[in-house]
Every structure is written in C-alpha cells, then in structure tokens.
Nanobody, 119 residues
Framework: QVELVESGGGWVQAGGSLSLSCVAS????????MGWFRQAPGKERELLAS????????HYADSVKGRFTISRDNAENTVHLQMNSLKPEDTAVYYC????????????WGQGTQVTVSS
C-alpha cells in the first residue's frame, strides 16, 4: 500500500515563495516518476512538474517554468516543489502524484494542500 502526504501549503503575498513537500510511504522504492499537479476552482487538474527516479529528467508546465523547481530525495522518499515569484493565479489545491510507470494516468495521489496567493 502506498500513501503520499503533502505539506507546506499556505498563504503568501504575490511575489513571495512557498515550498511544498510530499513524503511517500509504503512500497515506494521503485517509483519511476513523481510530480506535482494543481487544481483551481472550476478548472481542470494541471500537471506542473515531474521528475524521474534518478532526477535526470524533469518537466515543467509553461505556466511555472523558471519560477518553480522540482527535486527528489529517493533516500527519504520525498519530492519537493520550490515555488518562487508566486502570482494570484497560482492559487489552487496542489497535489503530489507518483507512479511506477513512465506514462499513462498517474496511479497514486496525495490528499492535496491549499496554496493561496493574495495580490
């Protein structure tokens, strides 16, 4: 059984920074990819960033490229998302996700953490 637990969400003024963390427990040693999504009210869930097991391959959505950084600590089964230069439009619930496969729908999800950016 796999469980993902996010932390680090909260409130910040525009231009500020937040760091999110996601700790995976259970049979996680063979996760191929881990990533961060977000979903704002009335909008579809959006993939923001992903990283492969060795950290050698990362992907960012255009909306966060240059502002957000994803990193992964395999020893601690943790994935982080450093968010800088936050904008009001970054307000959403942020979700951690993981999968053993390289493609297809993501198999495992955290419960989500709220990020609110005020103008």
């Amino acid at each position: 059984q796999v469980e993902l637990v996010e932390s680090g969400g909260g409130w910040v003024q525009a231009g500020g920074s937040l760091s999110l963390s996601c700790v995976a427990s259970g049979d996680t040693y063979s996760f191929y990819r881990m990533g961060w999504f977000r979903q704002a009210p009335g909008k579809e869930r959006e993939l923001l960033a992903s990283i492969t097991r060795g950290g050698g391959s990362t992907h960012y959505a255009d909306s966060v490229k240059g502002r957000f950084t994803i990193s992964r600590d395999n020893a601690e089964n943790t994935v982080h998302l450093q968010m800088n230069s936050l904008k009001p439009e970054d307000t959403a619930v942020y979700y951690c996700a993981a999968d053993f496969r390289a493609g297809g729908p993501w198999a495992y999800w955290g419960q989500g953490t709220q990020v609110t950016v005020s103008s």
